[in-house]
T-cell receptor, first 114, second 115 residues
């Protein structure tokens, strides 16, 4: 089955700096890669996703890149703000077959220091 | 509109007791998922329902775990004879399953503590 590795497990950045979180996946059939943000006591919330037919996607201060050959994808947050502090999860899924279940990485706790 | 809701938000039980967790998906969402999140860990897939199709139970960790869903509405996850290692947050998600998109919307979870 699919295995997703995520690094780093914790990340501290100064407000205004950039943050990068990296993930690798094992199943070359995976074609959908969402990123979720989880705040304390809440369920994960989708912040951005990318499908395997594109290499990069951007939405305001966040961007995701995908390298299918190397089977890795990354989340980039620019101009970080204190409200970006949360746990971020990457995930991989095969859309179009099976149950579409998400396989998650173990999460990155991001702390933005004012 | 209303999101995914789960109840109870917290459940404390004694080892050996049965527990039932409830999920109300977003109206119209045909797919429903249960995940387990242990402290400091990622989410582990447990079970998936899609319409009237047979559920995908491949993630259930033991036969003490079971889940039901009536049509495209409420789902319940039942854990029998709870063990301390069952302590976790149980998250439910729903989605409009299509062949091209699968955003899963998560509920706030039920925090289960087994003493």
């Amino acid at each position: 089955g699919e295995n997703v590795e995520q690094h780093p497990s914790t990340l501290s950045v100064q407000e205004g700096d950039s943050a990068v979180i990296k993930c690798t996946y094992s199943d070359s059939a995976s074609n959908y890669f969402p990123w979720y943000k989880q705040e304390l006591g809440k369920g994960p919330q989708l912040i951005i996703d990318i499908r395997s037919n594109v290499g990069e996607k951007k939405d305001q201060r966040i961007a995701v890149t995908l390298n299918k050959t190397a089977k890795h994808f990354s989340l980039h947050i620019t101009e970080t703000q204190p409200e970006d502090s949360a746990v971020y999860f990457c995930a991989a899924s095969i859309v179009g077959a099976g149950s579409y279940q998400l396989t998650f990485g173990k999460g990155t706790k991001l702390s933005v220091i004012p | 509109g209303a999101g995914v809701s789960q109840s109870p938000s917290n459940k404390v039980t004694e080892k050996g007791k049965d527990v039932e967790l409830r999920c109300d998906p977003i109206s119209g969402h045909t797919a429903l998922y249960w995940y387990r999140q242990r402290l400091g860990q990622g989410l582990e897939f447990l079970i998936y329902f899609q319409g009237n199709s047979a559920p995908d139970k491949s993630g259930l960790p033991s036969d003490r775990f079971s889940a039901e869903r009536t049509g495209e509405s409420v789902s319940t996850l039942t854990i029998q004879r709870t063990q301390q290692e069952d302590s976790a947050v149980y998250l439910c998600a729903s989605s409009l399953r299509t062949t091209s998109y699968n955003e899963q919307f998560f509920g706030p979870g039920t925090r289960l503590t087994v003493l």
